[in-house]
């Protein structure tokens, strides 16, 4: 079953788009596939690629849901431009993972919110699959919030309603999982090279330990999954990571491993 064979008729929530991203477009296409009603964008770039164009003012007119989907800088921007049009009964979205639906100040608080995905979009057309198994965070007026709660519910979303007050919090989470998982392999790979790794041979050597144990934390959780000499005790090995690191290294590994005796020991001083 399809969103819009539930959704559909003359009840279907028309939905437009400020911004035409990376997120916005991969949404549009996403949301389209599922039969919602996405009117198309407003957005300074012509390149809305088969979604129709309008100008702000006809964008909200004709939209029953208007997601802003510019980047986190330029959302109070937006909405100061867009405040003082007709908004009424319009919800009014956001989807920055850092900034609660409060940034709309002067709005109708029952119809305006937040929306997350925890993905990382690489593209405007990022995978619909991808997007189909994504978690989302919503958070802000009741209203809205039951509104796009439905739209995600219809689409087959994972979803979980938050408070303005976690938000920052929440998106510090999803940094650890996504951009730090990244800069921590970064890390890797350079110490790699120092061995004398070409990068493509470092990125290639690490794969399957990466994924391997990414399936295991998927399996079992990240207290069971942990492995090395931190989670040994194997401290003689501790002290030799140490002692070839740089100072900066030094103090990454210091403190991850921390997070590991945390995990394993209650913590160490």
Known sequence: MRCGD???GDNINAIGFIGAGKCGMSL???FRSKGVNVIGFSSRSNNTED????SREKLINNSDIIFITTNDDNIQTVWNKIKDMNLK??????CSGSVSSEIFKGADSENVCSVHPMLAFNSKHTSLNAISNAFFTVEGGGKAVDTVSEILSLCGNRFKIITPENKAKYHVAACFASNFVVSVCYKAT???QECG?????SESALSTLMKCNMDNILKVGCEKAITGPAARGD???VEKHIEVLDERTRELYKELTNVIFDMKNGGIE
């Open 6 to 8: 539930i959704i559909g």
């Open 89 to 94: 009964e319009k919800i009014i979205c956001h």
């Open 197 to 201: 790794f070409s990068k493509s041979e």
């Open 235 to 237: 401290m003689a090995t």
């Open 190 to 192: 350079e110490l790699l």
């Open 28 to 30: 549009a296409y996403y």
């Open 51 to 54: 979604f129709e164009l309008y």
